[in-house]
């Protein structure tokens, strides 16, 4: 009798033990990742972030007579201002108010692009990817413009938290695909494990009570 207690014992603990080493994988909800436009650029300039994540473009530019305008290569065809692409039009420091309400609903400080599958219309993986982007600022007084280059990549939902900033190359990312991959599989055979430890449990437990 003592010997059956040990090993039903024994084998809750294994159980719980597996809960808290791998507990349910939940999707990341997703947070703003913000991007300062000033007048010494765009920081960060090569953005990494998740999907669910929204990147947002604050200009906080305050010099008379300039504008930013935030392009962003939706297709990756090299081209900026497609019918596919993203055009944030022309985003200035501040915008009138009157009782909470802006006078020119044109006017825009910040520029959002929210990178879920529901906003872009894709699955979850053609969600993920490289976005090179463009700050045109241009200045109207003298009438020029000036290009500023970026990067947004969006990665999934593994291992990184909103706003990570990635230092690894290309290289590496393609090894670690692979850790994803022994990662996902491994935890399929912890899962399995656990549902046979269950049933055998369950066994002990219903065969004991017959015995007695």
């Known amino acids: 009798m003592k010997a059956r207690e040990t090993i039903i014992s024994t084998a809750v603990v294994i159980l719980i033990c597996f809960q808290v080493i791998f507990p349910t994988a939940t999707a990341h909800t997703g947070g ?10 765009v920081v960060p300039g090569n953005v990494q972030m998740l999907v669910n994540d929204t990147a947002r473009w604050i200009n906080v ?8 305008r935030i392009l962003v290569d939706a297709n990756s065809d090299g081209i900026y201002n497609g019918s596919e692409d993203w055009d944030s039009g022309n985003l200035t420091h501040q915008c009138e108010h009157i009782n909470g309400t802006k006078v ?4 825009n400080a910040y520029f959002d692009i929210p990178f879920n599958e529901t ?4 699955s979850y993986f053609n969600v993920t990817g490289t976005y090179a982007f463009l700050d045109l600022v241009f200045n109207e007084t003298s009438e020029s413009t000036e290009i500023v280059y970026g990067n947004v990549t969006v990665n999934p939902d ?4 909103a706003g990570f900033q990635d230092t690894t190359s290309n290289n590496e990312g393609e090894s670690n695909d692979d850790d994803e991959n ?15 430890g269950a049933m055998v449990l369950g ?5 004991g009570n017959k015995e007695e």
């Open 203 to 207: 066994g002990m437990i219903f065969f």
């Open 158 to 161: 593994y291992h990184l938290t």
């Open 182 to 196: 022994e990662n996902t599989n491994f935890l399929l055979i912890i899962a399995a494990a656990s549902a046979i």
């Open 104 to 107: 020119d609903e044109n006017c």
């Open 32 to 41: 703003i990742f913000t991007i300062i436009v000033s007048e010494n650029g």
């Open 119 to 122: 906003y872009l219309n894709m």
């Open 61 to 68: 530019d305050d010099r008379d007579n300039v504008t930013h």
